[in-house]
C-alpha cells in the first residue's frame, strides 16, 4: 500500500538534517552579556550552585582566575562546520575539529554579608538566561524578605 522507496528515505533524511540544523543555529546564538546581580546568599552558596548549574553545559568549563574570579567557557562545533562536514563527506569530517569558543567573565565580590555577582563577556543564550533567571530569583526573595 505505502511503497517507499531509496529516493523518499533520503528526502525525508535531508529534510530532517536541514531542520534540526536550523534549530540547532537558531537556539545556540550567542549573546553578550554585562550585568550585575546582588543576591542574599554568601560568596560559598553562589559558587557552589553557579558550580553545580552550569557546569554540566556540554563544552563548558569554570577556569579559576588570580584575582579570584571565574571565567566559565564554552566551546562547540559551529552550525556551518556541520553542514559543510555532511555536504563534503568523508574529507568535511575534518571540518568537526573547527570549535568556537565564549568566555564570560564572573566575578563575585562580598558585599556586606550578601555578594555581588557581575558578569561581562559572551556566552550562548540558554546559558545568559538561565544565569539571569537564578539570580534575579535570588534578588526578588531578598527584597520581598
Not at 28 to 42: F, H, K, M, N
Not at 93 to 105: F, I, P, Q, Y
Amino acid at each position: 500500500m505505502f511503497d517507499i522507496g531509496v529516493a523518499e528515505l533520503f528526502v525525508f533524511g535531508g529534510t530532517m538534517l536541514v531542520l534540526t540544523l536550523v534549530w540547532r543555529a537558531w537556539r545556540a546564538r550567542w549573546v553578550r552579556v554585562s550585568q550585575e546581580w546582588r543576591p542574599a546568599l554568601t560568596r560559598e552558596a553562589v559558587e557552589q550552585v553557579l558550580f553545580m548549574s552550569f557546569a554540566a553545559a556540554p563544552g563548558a568549563q569554570w577556569r579559576p582566575q588570580a584575582d579570584g574570579s571565574w571565567i566559565y567557557t564554552v566551546r562547540r562545533v559551529p552550525s556551518w562546520a556541520i553542514l559543510l562536514g555532511l555536504l563534503t563527506l568523508p574529507f568535511g569530517l575534518l571540518l568537526l575539529l573547527v570549535k568556537e569558543t565564549a568566555d564570560l567573565h564572573v566575578r563575585l565580590l562580598d558585599d556586606g554579608g550578601a555578594c555581588l555577582v557581575r558578569a561581562v563577556g559572551r556566552t550562548p543564550d540558554a546559558t545568559a538566561q538561565a544565569l539571569d533567571t537564578w539570580l534575579t530569583r535570588m534578588e526578588t526573595r531578598t527584597l520581598s524578605g
